[in-house]
Every structure is written in structure tokens, then in C-alpha cells.
């Protein structure tokens, strides 16, 4: 288990670790566990929640039992069962998923959309139906009151087929050359698809005439963002009756409420990356939306970041599990990962547990060291010409700046700043004088206000520890070095006045004592005045001396 913090939100990745090939015996994996420390503390949640290559897209059944996940390769599907913690099934496809759908509660009913324009259609026993549609398919939703799937892709034309009659209906007519994405609302069943102009379509499917237009790439462009392409619909996903958020392939995030055509709110996540996917978290009004990249968690009102996530592989879809903290994705790795952040609500039922266990691990927190990295701000990065690097693995996202390893910190800045050299010669001939100045006889150093008081307490400290009666009796404070009267010494107005009416009334005699005093405290102002002459001497010397030395 590896535990990250941002914004101080603890997020608890439970898939990391290595993984114990199925070939070794119990007796082989006890004595692995025992000799490697990340084969022991590694959790092993689901078992087997891998895929042989890459997982493509995951999702969770309507009852929270079943996960179900596609990859490569070979294209399969795998299902895994919650309450057993184990793998279900598996099926083996003949062509890539695109994406897919579950229309019943559990894993029954299963539609996939292929990259080979084949529907398949599957039940519980297994495969039960293909058929094709025209054009190459991107997305699909299913309108649950008339039964009929709505499938967008490489054509103006979105596809409906309608599932009880079983035939095709007549297309609806788009204006746009391609379509990307769509989503059904669940509320008042309007569709909605995103077009490759980076418009959204709005149609009610009761009439099946289009009701709204959004222009999201004109609305996407503000003044912070640089985008040097058209922004497409990447993303789409409804909230509600009339909260609906879209994304695009520059990497904003905007924010409508249907009763308006100008967007609530844009969200830049600053890398140039397509949004993947967007889901909402209405128990803490959160938004999620993530990239290849990064999963960003932000508030939906101020677009506050809450908190983010940057695994190590690439992303190719997320899936938030409904009414709980866990959080599941599918990257470019074999390995699915598994997230799990208290803050946005309780563990599953299937894996209670966890809460338990990230209280133990909060009660003694570790405190997390970037010794090996470099922060740099993204001036740094244009000083040095790495503004290429953004959104790379080389740099990782904090704050309002980039971590970088110090090494190739270190490296492109000697290659950068070829003057490097004569920058730390000058600094070594800095250090070594300020060594010999150490080593000088270091003189009292007198305020500049109160000269005279002050060298009067030096005195009197003086001789109370030449005194022998020093140790019975309670030194009282120095006021030199006490920090409530520092600014007597250090603020002219409070420059004692000898030739007032008020300090001849309180010193009546000028004792001999205060003549010598005085006399003394010129001579220390001579003997300063010395030692700064003599220092820059010194100074212009070792430089000289040093600058020969280095030369050689």
C-alpha cells in the first residue's frame, strides 16, 4: 500500500506492489514475502485484477457487485465477483472494445461496441447476438423508456437500434461531420452528443428533433489557457436534470446548467491532454475529471482543486465506485488500479476493512521527503527550455510549479548556463575568505545609538564575572541582549540627550569614571574604523591570490 497526500487528503493506492506469478507454490510465495518488504506489504484486494497487457475501459454493475473490464491481448472481458474477491469469468472477443455497457442490475445483459463497427451482444451465459452498424463507432448510450441504443461515431448520422423490435429506426441528423461522445440524461431522457466542431447537440428523443446547441470550443478559450488546435468534444457526462459538464481535447472542462448557453465554470487542467472522462461526486459537490495524465478532484462551485491523483502509467478510463471513497482505473499496464480516499465517503461493503486500516496507518503518519527532487516554477522551465517536458513523466504537477529529478536539474542547467564554472569559482573564493575572517580577533561591536550606555554594561557585565561572588548571587538579565529594549539601541529618538536639563538633574557630577568611558569609546571607533581599512585590504588580497590559484 503506498499513501500520498495533497491538499492534505490521504489517498491509499491499493494496487501497488509487485505481483506473485500463479506458477509459484505457497511454499515460494511465504518465503518471497519474507525476504522482499513490497511483496508484504502489498494488498491484494481483488485477486488477479490484471489484464494480460493493457485495460481499456472498466465499469461497475448496478448492484455494486460486479466489475467488469476490458483490455489486450488478446481483446477479452473479465468480470470480477466483489463478495468473492475473485475473478468470475472471462471471455476472449475477436476484435478490440471500444466501449461497452451494462443494461441489467448485475452482469446479465452486456452490450460492446467493437473498432471493427460490430455490436456484440452478450447474456449470462455468454455471447448471443453481433450485428453492424455503418459507420465506425466511438460511444454509445441506451434510452431505458423506449429501449433503443444511440450510437455516435465517424458519421453526421447517430444510429438508433431499437432493442425490443430489434431493427434500426430511422438515424437523427446532425449537423456535424463526426460525433465523438454522448450521454442520456436519466432525469428527463434528453441526448446529448459532442461533435468534432466542438459543438453539443441536444435532441429530445420523444419527438427526435433537436432542441439546443452549445458552441464548448468558443466558451473553452479564456485568457489563462493556450490552445493551438480546435477543441473537440472529448467528454460527457449529466448531473442531475440540469447540470451537465463537457470536456475537451485541449484539456478544459466546462461547466453548463441547460438553461443557459454560457458555461458556469472552466476548468483547465494544464496539461494539453484530451479529458478522458468526467463523473460527479455530489456528496461533497466534486467534480472528477481526468486525462492520461492525472485525475483532478475540484470543487464544482469555485473550482477549488480538492485534491488530484498522478499514477504512473497513462490513463485510459476511470470509474468512481457509486456511494463510497474507492476509485478504479484502467491504465496502460497490465495492473488496474485501485484507489481509495476516506474523505470522499466510506469503503465499500465487500472490503469493510479498509477504513480500519487506514486509521491505524493515520495514527502514525510519515512524513514525505523530496530530497531527490527539484521544484521549479514554469519560468524556471522557460529559462531552461524544458517547457517541451510539461505533461511528460520527467515533470510532476504540485502546486504552482513542476518536481523534477535533481540530477537532470543539475545536468540542463550546466548545459544551459555555460558561465556556471566562473559562478562557483566566485563562490569558493567567497567562502574561504569568509573562513579567514572568521579566524580574525573578533572586536566588541558597539550599537550605533547609546554607544556610550552600552559600553557601560559591557563593562558592568564584565566585572560581575570577574566577581567571586558571582555564583551565590542571581545574575539579573542583560538588557544588551534582551529584546525588549533592543530598539533603544537601535532607534536615534531614543538617544540619550547629555547636555539636557533633565540628564544634569539626574547625573549632577561627571565622574571620572564616564571620562575614561568616553575616552575608551573613541579609541574603539578608531580601532574600527582600522579594521574595515585593513578588511578591505585583506578582502582585495585573498581575492587576488585565489583568482591566481584557480587560474592555475
Known amino acids: 500500500m503506498q499513501v500520498s497526500s495533497l491538499n492534505e487528503v490521504k489517498i491509499y493506492s491499493l494496487s501497488c506492489g509487485k505481483s506473485l506469478p500463479e506458477w509459484l507454490s505457497d511454499r515460494k510465495k511465504r518465503a518471497l514475502q519474507k525476504k522482499d518488504v513490497d511483496v508484504r506489504r502489498r494488498i491484494e484486494l481483488i485477486q488477479d485484477f490484471e489484464m494480460p497487457t493493457v485495460c481499456t475501459t472498466i465499469k461497475v454493475s448496478k448492484d455494486g457487485q460486479y466489475i467488469l473490464a476490458t483490455g489486450t491481448y488478446k481483446p477479452r472481458v473479465r468480470c470480477y465477483d466483489t463478495y468473492q474477491l475473485s475473478l468470475k469469468f472471462e471471455r476472449c472477443l475477436d476484435s ?117 446547441l452549445l458552441d464548448c470550443a468558443l466558451n473553452s478559450v479564456t485568457a489563462d489557457s493556450e490552445i493551438n488546435s480546435l477543441p473537440t468534444i472529448s467528454a460527457l457526462k449529466f448531473n442531475g436534470a440540469l447540470t451537465m459538464a463537457v470536456g475537451t481535447t485541449t484539456g478544459q472542462v466546462l461547466l453548463y446548467d441547460l438553461r443557459s448557453d454560457k458555461p458556469l465554470l472552466v476548468k483547465d487542467h494544464q496539461y494539453g491532454l484530451p479529458i478522458k472522462s468526467v463523473h460527479f461526486q455530489d456528496s461533497l459537490d466534486l467534480i472528477l475529471s481526468a486525462d492520461s495524465r492525472i485525475v483532478k478532484m475540484w470543487n464544482k462551485n469555485s473550482g477549488k482543486i480538492f485534491t488530484s491523483l498522478e499514477p504512473e502509467h497513462d490513463l485510459n478510463d476511470v470509474c468512481l465506485y457509486p456511494n463510497s471513497g474507492m476509485l478504479l482505473t484502467a491504465n496502460e499496464t497490465p495492473k488496474m488500479g485501485i484507489y481509495y480516499i476516506p474523505v470522499l465517503g466510506p469503503a465499500p461493503r465487500w472490503c469493510s476493512f479498509l477504513d480500519n486500516l487506514t486509521e491505524e496507518l493515520e495514527e502514525n503518519p510519515e512524513s514525505t521527503v523530496y530530497d531527490d527532487y527539484k521544484f521549479v516554477t514554469k519560468k524556471d522551465l522557460e529559462n531552461l527550455g524544458l517547457t517541451h517536458l510539461i505533461g511528460s513523466p520527467f515533470l510532476r504537477a504540485y502546486m504552482h510549479g513542476f518536481f523534477m529529478d535533481i540530477r537532470l536539474y543539475h545536468k540542463v542547467k550546466l ?69 525588549r529594549f533592543k530598539v533603544m539601541f537601535e532607534n536615534p529618538d531614543f538617544q540619550v540627550d547629555e547636555e539636557s536639563e533633565e540628564f544634569r538633574l539626574l547625573n549632577p557630577l561627571v565622574s571620572k569614571i564616564s571620562e575614561k568611558r568616553k575616552k575608551k569609546l573613541r579609541l574603539l571607533e578608531q580601532q574600527e574604523l582600522r579594521e574595515k581599512v585593513m578588511y578591505s585590504l585583506s578582502v582585495r588580497i585573498c581575492y587576488c591570490f585565489f583568482n591566481v590559484m584557480f587560474s592555475l
Not at 447474456?123 to 429501449?147: L, N, V
Not at 548545459?415 to 579566524?439: G, H, L, S, W
Request: net charge neutral; aromatic share 12%; hydrophobic share 30%.
Open 415 to 483: 548545459m544551459v548556463n555555460p558561465f556556471a564554472y566562473e559562478e562557483y569559482r566566485k563562490d569558493k573564493i567567497r567562502q574561504k575568505i569568509e573562513e579567514t575572517r572568521a579566524q580574525r580577533v573578533q572586536l566588541k561591536k558597539l550599537p550605533k545609538v547609546n554607544k556610550e550606555l552600552a559600553l557601560k554594561l559591557i563593562e558592568e557585565e564584565e566585572e560581575k564575572q570577574k566577581s567571586t561572588w558571582k555564583k551565590k548571587v542571581k545574575s539579573l538579565p542583560n538588557i544588551l541582549t534582551d529584546d
Open 96 to 212: 478490440e472494445v471500444v466501449t461497452f455497457e451494462i443494461l441489467s442490475d448485475d452482469y446479465s445483459k452486456i452490450v460492446f461496441l467493437h473498432n471493427d463497427r460490430y455490436i456484440e451482444f452478450h447474456s449470462q451465459s455468454g455471447f448471443y447476438y453481433k450485428t453492424r452498424i455503418p459507420k465506425f463507432g466511438r460511444d454509445f448510450s441506451y434510452h431505458y423508456p423506449s429501449c433503443d441504443l444511440y450510437f455516435v461515431g465517424a458519421s453526421s448520422e447517430v444510429y438508433r437500434l431499437n432493442l425490443e423490435q430489434g431493427r434500426y429506426l430511422n438515424p437523427l441528423q446532425t449537423d456535424a461531420a463526426e460525433n465523438n461522445v454522448c450521454d442520456i440524461n436519466s432525469v428527463h431522457g434528453l441526448f446529448a452528443t459532442g461533435t468534432i466542431e466542438g459543438r453539443v447537440e441536444c435532441w429530445d428523443p420523444r419527438t427526435r428533433n433537436r432542441v439546443g
